[in-house]
């Protein structure tokens, strides 16, 4: 009997560890696993850490003057069980440097000299620091001691660079008004699967950081508006007595309030009249800051209530030229996004003090602010909005490695785009939007390079194919799976990966493995053929068959995704209905299933429509026109 009882274990736990290794997993992620960092029901393993640092930055702007100076103390944690020794430092305007490793070219006005660290110090030790021509944006730095497990260490630095001519996600917007991202040295991820990240910043791909405690100064001339992430310290001591009470009056407001308008600034007298004025902000566990200056900016405000429970407030600004027309409306759609994201998708209070959209070239996102264009069409400006305030919720909240796993952010911030969209402009047309700018483009591409699988490590991948694994593609499947479970047990998926893991580093199967165990299912049939398959939507329409209690339709599935398709019946009296199949119809038989048609009519033809699930060869979705009746 005890023989038996440990076969039964034995088979028992080789099951177990069958459906755990379902998912493919590289080494690096299974190491983690190991060491007890990851979980394989989702959740942060009981040996989980991440690294944490403070920022004290102080850099000073003066427009037209290109070069921003700056220093800086770190106050650097070590919490892993590692002892380190060479921390990497990201410089990541870099970028901009002649011979910079890059995807894409650089005209003139996109190249600097670069960052130029003119002192660093350790623990208030001088140390050299690398400043080469062919260092970019990783630069190793030894420490005079190693840093051993739970202890700390102070960095200091003394750095200025010139802000870039052509403006992207930072640099000019015009001669007196700059952008000011990824303008400060830091130190880089060590994470607990991947040590170091020493991915090189290559212009196209995007960030990963840690979360620190932020306190940044900036200075400016009188008469310049800062605008940032975080917590404005003294605002008394910045603006003038008008303009003080119409941004306080702002912050609890469900009216858009013009805080200063195009009068106001051609007046110059905004701000307190000092030489210079020093904007200090504040922020606490977040992932980075940025910053907008300008002296001929005009500026909005209104607020909404973004958690119920507290009845905590949330502020929505919006920066600009008073030239945008459309910037006249984007603080009220920064007012709607706010509300709507936390209260429907993904239905999680806004977790900051404020947002602020800035009139820029980019279309970017940091924390509590956007760098986006400005459009003829407001409707674009909307969507823009929106999704660049979605991103809030991931990488921000949710602290992604976007280099690597793009598509845990931008595949949401697409999903949310696309629900938002629905309430916006309609369904129909929302989805249409959606088709046109996420889906069309990969699902009408025969190219080999759209069908690599979603998990591969984006900083392995350009082109095309990594766009739409990003976004599109991504999102569709978080959309199909939202279909299979539903809306009720798909939040709830959601929420609780979301409350596993704000504030920390997830990684794909940290999704995959949370929503597998709240969902109380093994999902892994579906992770494997859409994020880690080859596949496509290509369904087939291949015969209708009479059958006892009315027909039966065969449907094949050509590209091997596994995708929702409605099923539309049209009869010879005229009328119609339409038969939703979800992707678990696939679960059992990826290749091939029937839908039986309970119905004593006759058929005159029957078409399959996957709607935003844009099938890449629609001629054979639909029976023949030769078939008049069945």
Not at 275 to 283: G, M
Not at 314 to 324: I, L, P, R, V
Request: proline share 5%.
């Amino acid at each position: 009997m005890r023989t038996y009882l440990m076969m039964i274990g034995m088979i028992i736990f080789s099951f177990q560890s069958v459906i755990a290794q379902d998912l493919f997993m590289p080494r690096d992620i299974q190491a983690a696993y190991k060491k007890g960092t990851r979980s394989s029901d989702g959740k942060p393993g009981k040996n989980y850490w991440q690294n944490h640092g403070r920022y004290t930055i102080n850099i000073t702007a003066m427009p037209p003057d290109r070069t921003i100076k700056g220093t800086e103390t770190i106050t650097y944690f070590n919490n892993s069980p590692d002892t380190i020794r060479n921390p990497n430092i990201k410089l990541l305007l870099n970028i901009h440097k002649p011979g910079a490793p890059r995807n894409g070219g650089a005209d003139p006005d996109y190249l600097t000299s670069g960052v130029h660290v003119d002192k660093f110090m350790v623990n208030g030790q001088t140390r050299p620091f690398r400043g080469d021509p062919a260092v970019f944006t990783n630069v190793g730095v030894g420490l005079p001691k190693p840093l051993p497990p739970h202890d700390s260490v102070q960095l200091y630095f003394e750095w200025h660079y010139d802000v870039s001519v052509e403006s992207g996600r930072e640099g000019m917007i015009d001669s007196t008004t700059y952008f000011l991202a990824y303008f400060y040295p830091r130190v880089a991820v060590f994470d607990d699967y991947n040590g170091w990240d020493r991915m090189p910043f290559m212009d196209s791909h995007e960030f990963y950081s840690d979360f620190n405690d932020y306190n940044v100064t900036v200075n400016v001339p009188k008469n310049y508006i800062v605008w940032g992430t975080g917590t404005l310290q003294q605002p008394e001591k910045l603006l003038q007595p008008v303009f003080l009470k119409r941004y306080k009056d702002s912050w609890v407001s469900d009216d858009v309030i013009r805080i200063v308008t195009k009068e106001d600034v051609a007046a110059k007298n905004v701000t307190a009249q000092n030489q210079v004025n020093s904007w200090q902000f504040t922020a606490a566990n977040i992932p980075d800051m940025a910053f907008g200056l300008s002296d001929h900016f005009v500026w909005d405000g209104t607020s909404v209530v973004v958690d119920d429970a507290t009845k905590r407030r949330a502020s929505a600004q919006a920066a600009y030229n008073d030239t945008a027309a459309d910037y006249h409306h984007v603080a009220r759609y920064a007012r709607h996004s706010l509300n709507w994201l936390s209260h429907n998708w993904p239905g999680i209070p806004y977790p900051y003090e404020k947002t602020t959209v800035f009139h820029g070239y980019a279309g970017m996102e940091y924390p509590m602010m956007a760098n986006d264009e400005t459009y003829g069409d407001t409707t674009f400006s909307r969507f823009v909005a929106e999704h660049e305030i979605a991103h809030t919720y991931m990488p921000f909240y949710m602290g992604i490695n976007e280099t690597r796993y793009g598509f845990m952010d931008e595949g949401w911030a697409t999903t949310f785009e696309i629900l938002i969209g629905r309430e916006d402009l309609g369904k129909e047309r929302a989805d249409e939007f959606y088709k046109r700018f996420r889906v069309n483009g990969w699902s009408n591409n025969p190219s080999s390079d759209q069908q690599v699988p979603i998990v591969t490590p984006g900083d392995a991948m350009t082109g095309g194919g990594f766009g739409n694994n990003e976004y599109g593609k991504a999102s569709l499947g978080y959309l199909a799976m939202k279909d299979i479970l539903g809306d009720e047990l798909f939040k709830k998926c959601l929420h609780e990966y979301m409350n596993r893991w704000n504030g920390k580093h997830p990684i794909p199967w940290d999704f995959f493995n949370t929503f597998n165990d709240v969902a109380g299912k093994n999902l892994n049939w579906f992770w494997n053929n859409w994020f880690f398959g080859t596949n496509y939507i290509d369904y087939s329409l291949t015969d209708v068959k009479k059958s006892s209690s009315g027909y039966t339709v065969s449907i094949k599935n050509i590209g091997g995704a596994l995708a929702p398709v409605d099923v539309v019946v049209k009869y010879t009296d005229g009328s119609s209905e339409t038969k939703h199949l979800s992707p678990a119809v696939w679960e059992k038989n990826a290749s091939q299933t029937n839908v039986s048609i309970s119905t004593k009519k006759t058929i005159e033809s029957v078409q399959l429509d996957g709607g935003i699930f844009v099938d890449g060869d629609k001629s054979n979705n639909k029976t023949p026109a030769d078939k008049k009746a069945f």
